[in-house]
C-alpha cells in the first residue's frame, strides 16, 4: 500500500491540529454499474464522484484530514482529481492511499493513513456523491456528543413483503422498526480501528470446513460485531447511492434540483 499527500495544512501549532477524519472508500470496481472505469471516476454531471465527495467534505466549517482510498490503478488521478477540488486556501489535509479488494479493507487501509491526533472519523462512500455537508456535521456533531457510532438512515416508505427463492410472497413485513442506511457514518476512531482490527483477524483463513465468514456491508455492522452502541440521525434523499446504472438518472435529477452549491441544505 502506498500513500501520497497533497500539502494543503499549513502552520498548525499542535493544540490546533484538526481531530476530524474522513475517509472517502472509492476504491470499488463499480461492477453492477459496468462502466469502462472504476464507479468513483465515473463522472456526473462533468465533474467525478471523487469531486463531488471532496467538494462536500472540504466544506465543512471545521479543518481535517481527508483519506482518499482509490483503486491501485488510480492513485495519481485521484492525487490529481485532489489537487483540483480543494482550495489553496482550505485547511483540509489530503492523503490517496490505496484500497483493498473488499469494501472493509479499504477502510482498514483508510484508517491506518489518519494522523494520530485524529479523534473522531465518518466513512462515506465515494457511491454516494450528493451526500450535503449538512449531512456529515449532523453525524459528527451526534458522534462528539454521544461518543458512539452514529449512522444516517431513512424511514422504509414501500411495503415490505419475505419472499422465497421462486419469487413466491410468504408475509409482509413490518416496516415500522426498519431503516435504509446511508453513509457518512460516524464513529470515535479508536473504536472504530479497534472493531477493523479484530474483523481483520476474524476474517482470516477458515479455521475448520464449516466456518463461513458474513461480511460486513458497512463500518456500523463492524463495530457492532464488537460490542458497540450505533446511534441514528436522520439521512438525507440527495445521500443516494449509485449502484447501477438507473441511479445515474436519479442522481443527474437531484443535482439539478439541489443547484451547484457548496454548502448545500439538507433534505431528509
Ligand atoms: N469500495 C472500496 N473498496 C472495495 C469495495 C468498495 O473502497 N474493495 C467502496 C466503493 O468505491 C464505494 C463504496 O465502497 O464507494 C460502496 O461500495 P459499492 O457501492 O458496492 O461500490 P463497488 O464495490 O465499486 O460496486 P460493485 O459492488 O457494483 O462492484
Ligand atoms: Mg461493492
Redesign the pocket.
Known amino acids: 500500500m502506498s500513500s501520497s499527500s497533497v500539502p494543503v495544512a499549513k502552520g498548525s501549532t499542535p493544540h490546533e491540529l484538526p481531530t476530524l477524519g474522513v475517509v472517502l472508500?472509492?476504491?470499488?470496481?463499480?461492477?453492477?454499474?459496468g462502466a469502462d472505469e472504476?464507479?468513483?471516476f465515473v463522472k456526473l454531471r462533468g465533474s467525478t464522484l471523487i469531486e463531488h465527495c471532496i467538494k462536500a467534505i472540504s466544506a465543512l466549517p471545521h479543518a481535517g484530514h481527508l483519506v482518499v482510498?482509490t483503486p491501485d490503478s488510480h492513485a495519481a488521478a485521484a492525487l490529481e482529481l485532489v489537487g483540483r477540488s480543494i482550495d489553496s486556501g482550505s485547511s483540509w489535509a489530503v492523503s490517496v492511499v490505496h484500497?483493498?479488494?473488499?469494501?472493509h479493507?479499504?477502510v482498514r487501509f483508510g484508517l491506518e493513513a489518519l494522523p494520530d491526533h485524529i479523534e473522531v472519523v465518518l466513512v462515506h462512500?465515494?457511491?454516494r456523491p450528493l451526500a450535503p455537508t449538512e449531512l456529515f456535521e449532523r453525524v459528527s456533531r451526534e458522534v462528539q456528543r454521544t461518543g458512539d457510532a452514529v449512522i444516517p438512515v431513512l424511514p422504509v416508505a414501500d411495503t415490505l413483503k419475505r419472499v422465497d427463492s421462486q419469487g413466491v410472497v410468504h408475509e409482509t413485513v413490518d416496516r415500522a422498526p426498519l431503516v435504509s442506511v446511508q453513509t457518512p457514518q460516524g464513529f470515535m476512531r479508536e473504536r472504530l480501528a479497534a472493531a477493523h482490527e479484530s474483523l481483520r483477524i476474524a476474517s482470516g483463513p477458515p479455521q475448520s470446513p464449516g466456518d463461513v465468514h458474513v461480511l460486513p456491508t458497512d463500518d456500523a455492522e463492524v463495530v457492532q460485531r464488537s460490542g458497540d452502541t450505533v446511534r441514528t440521525v436522520p439521512g438525507d434523499t440527495a445521500a443516494h447511492?449509485l449502484?447501477t446504472a438507473g441511479d445515474l438518472a436519479l442522481l443527474e435529477a437531484l443535482f439539478a434540483i439541489r443547484g451547484d452549491s457548496t454548502a448545500r441544505g439538507a433534505r431528509s
Request: hydrophobic fraction near 30%; proline fraction near 4%; aromatic fraction near 0%.
Open positions: 472508500v472509492a476504491a470499488g470496481r463499480g461492477e453492477r454499474l472504476p464507479k468513483a482510498v484500497g483493498g479488494r473488499e469494501r479493507e479499504s462512500d465515494a457511491a447511492k449502484t
